[in-house]
Structures are given as C-alpha cells and as structure tokens.
C-alpha cells in the first residue's frame, strides 16, 4: 500500500511569488490534515479535511493560504503572495474514517520544505 | 488552546543506555498522547501512543508513562541503538481530532 505523497519535496521561491503544495493520502482516507513546522519549532496543525469539507481550518495562518481537496481525494495548499515566514515543512497526513472512540493513526507524508527568500 | 512542552531538546546518548523524554500538556480535556519519530527525509512516524485511561504501556524497548493528575507524560527508550537516533515528537488530542505536537527532541546515539 502507497504512503501519503507530497510533492514537490523542497521549493524555493521568492517573497511575494505563488506556491502550490500537492498531497495525495492513502486511498481510502476519508480524513486529511495539513501540518507546518516552522524551523525548531512545532509542528503546528493548519487543517482538517473530511472528504472535500474543512473540518477544522482554525490554524491557517492568514488569508493568504487556501487549502482545497476537491473530489474528496488529493489536496492542495497554496500560499498567495508568499511571505519569509511562511518557510518550513509543510506536512500532509491522512487517516481513516473516524470509528468507534475515534482513536485512529494519522499517516504522515514526507513534507515539502519551502524557502521563501 | 492547548500548549504542549516537551524536554531536552536534544539529547546524546551511549549505545545500550537509556533515553528519557518529558512532555507537559495544559488541557485537562486531552485524552490521547501519541509519540512520534522522524528521521531525516521522512515524515513523522507513529511508534507508541498511550489513552487517558491507561497509566503506562510497553512495546519492547519503548515505553510511555502518563500522569493525568500532573499532566505529565514521557517516553522511555531503553538499550538504545544507532538506528534510534531520530528527531521524537510528543503530542496530544484535546479537540476533535485536531492534535497539538510538541517542539521534539533530537536524539543521538553514540555507537
């Protein structure tokens, strides 16, 4: 079975330009969360997905980052106009539906490191 | 909202010896703490997690205590390998879902 995708692995673009961050999640996971790791520090959650409704978005930062998951499949997380603090690693993770207590894993991807300078 | 501290920072330790890492959590409503590790390149990776309603648990050379009433919990690694060196994330669920990660421990191990 594939893991959680995420591409690109690393970015470097400059202040003010568009990123866009793909992941794919496992097949089947209902569940879909965007993470960001600001250089040592947390890693701190954006978003949650529930097929292609936002569960939980109350950790975007700003306006300027838009998630979709349109089709309840792949997401998308784009930042528009970039700024130098949104650097870091940006993490996707899936998980199945929730079932019982709600006790579940989360499968993390890889992360994609962007560079805004 | 909740707020998770975790200590060291970093942590070296000799091959064989035993790794000890401290987490403190704020929201009382928090009932699940799991444990994570990552290695260079890769994305956290589940490895132990623990429920509010159970005080320790053991899976081989890795153990997890949790102490509700002082909102401590802490990860135990005994006989520590090379291939353990790692960066290791603590967290916890409060909310729905939604978990909160501390700021990790990067371990090494010395052969």
């Known amino acids: 079975e594939a893991g959680v995708t995420q591409f690109p692995s690393h970015s470097v673009i400059e202040k003010g330009q568009t990123v866009t961050l793909r992941c794919d999640p496992i097949s089947g996971h209902d569940n879909l969360y965007w993470y960001r790791r600001v250089m040592g520090k947390e890693i701190k959650f954006l978003l949650h997905?529930?097929?292609?409704?936002?569960?939980?978005e109350s950790g975007m930062p700003n306006n300027r980052f838009l998630a979709e998951r349109t089709g309840g499949t792949y997401s998308t997380l784009k930042v528009q106009p970039a700024e130098l603090e949104d650097s870091g690693v940006y993490f996707c993770?899936?998980?199945?539906?929730?079932?019982?207590?709600?006790?579940?894993?989360?499968?993390f991807g890889p992360g994609t490191r962007l560079t805004v300078t | 909202g909740e707020n998770v501290e975790q200590h060291p920072s970093t942590l070296s330790v000799q091959e064989g010896d035993s790794a000890v890492i401290k987490c403190t959590y704020s929201d009382s409503a928090s009932n699940y703490f799991p444990w994570y590790k990552q290695e260079l390149g890769k994305g956290p990776q589940l490895i132990i997690d623990?429920?509010?309603?159970?005080g320790e648990k053991k899976d081989q050379r890795i153990a997890v205590t949790l102490n509700k009433t002082a909102k401590h919990f802490s990860l135990h690694i005994t006989e520590t390998q090379p291939e353990d060196s790692a960066v290791y994330f603590c967290?916890?669920?409060?909310?729905?879902?939604?978990?909160?990660f501390g700021t990790g421990t990067k371990l090494q191990v010395i052969p």
């Open positions: 623990i429920r509010s309603n159970v």
């Open positions: 993770a899936s998980s199945q539906a929730l079932t019982g207590t709600g006790f579940y894993e989360q499968y």
């Open positions: 967290a916890s669920r409060g909310g729905y879902q939604k978990v909160t």
């Open positions: 997905f529930v097929k292609e409704s936002k569960q939980d």
